[in-house]
C-alpha cells in the first residue's frame, strides 16, 4: 500500500516534469530525521509550518524532496572570460536559469502539495543578499531543501556544502512538500568527494571553509559583488560548474 502511493507520487512528478521539459529527481525523508537534523531556528520554523499535525508528522509523517536539474548550457555559462574580461552577459544566461528554476520548483511544489494533500515549501528565497546584514539573518526564513535532500538519500553533502546527487552533480536546485503519508526513506548517503577538490581549486572561501568563522558570509558578499557588476539574480555557480566539469566525477555527471 505504501509502496503504491510512492510510486504514484514519483508517476506524478515524472508526468509532471514531461510538460516542463525538465529532468529532476525525487525522494522521500522521514519528517522526524530532517527535523532533528535542521538547525534549531530552522526547526521551529517547521514546526510554525505544520501548525497542529506537528507531533503526527514527527510520529508517522514524511517530507517529498525533489529537485529539478539545470541545463548543461547553462552551467557552461558560469564564469566565463572574453576579450575585455569577464562574460557577464553569458554568466547572466545561468542566472536567469536559478530564477526559471525556482519559479518551476514552486509551481511543483504546489502541484504536488495540491494532488496528495501536502504543505508546500518553497524554494530558496530571491533578493535578500543584498538587503541582509549577515547570512545568519537567512536561517530563519526558510527550512534548508539540502537537508531534506541529504536525508532523502538524492546524493551526499560535497565539500561545497552542495547536495551533490550522482546524475546531476550540484547542478539541481530542490523545494519540498510536508506529507502525513508514511513513505519508505533510505536515509543519508556518506560523502563521496574523496579526494576531489575541484570546488575548492575554484573558491578561496571553500578552500577555507574551515578557518573561516562563516565562509557563506563570504559567498554572499561576493553575490552581492557579482549583482553589482551586472548579474540579474543572487548567484555565483563557479563551485558548480567546478563540480560538473572538473569534479573526478565529471564523466558519470550528465544534464543532458
Ligand atoms: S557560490 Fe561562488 S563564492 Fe559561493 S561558495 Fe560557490 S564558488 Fe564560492
Ligand atoms: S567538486 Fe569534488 S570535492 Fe567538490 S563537491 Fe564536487 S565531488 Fe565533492
Redo the contacts with the bound molecule.
Sequence with gaps: MAQDIEETIRGFFEDHLGKISCKGVLGYAKFKDVYDELMSIQQQRLKRISADKFDELVESGSIISFGIAYQDAAIDAISRTKEDGTDYELWNFYSREYDRLNRLLNQTAQAIADRFNGIPITATLNGLSGNVKHVTDYYGLTISHRTVAEMAGLGWR???GLL?NEEFSCAIRFASVITSLTLASPGRIGSQ?GV????EDVCTFIRNRETLPNYRENCRKYLVHLQSEGLTHEVCGKCIR??YRN???NEQFNLE
Design positions: 560535497g565539500k561545497n551533490i568527494c576531489c577538490h575541484a570546488c567546478a563540480c569534479s573526478i566525477f
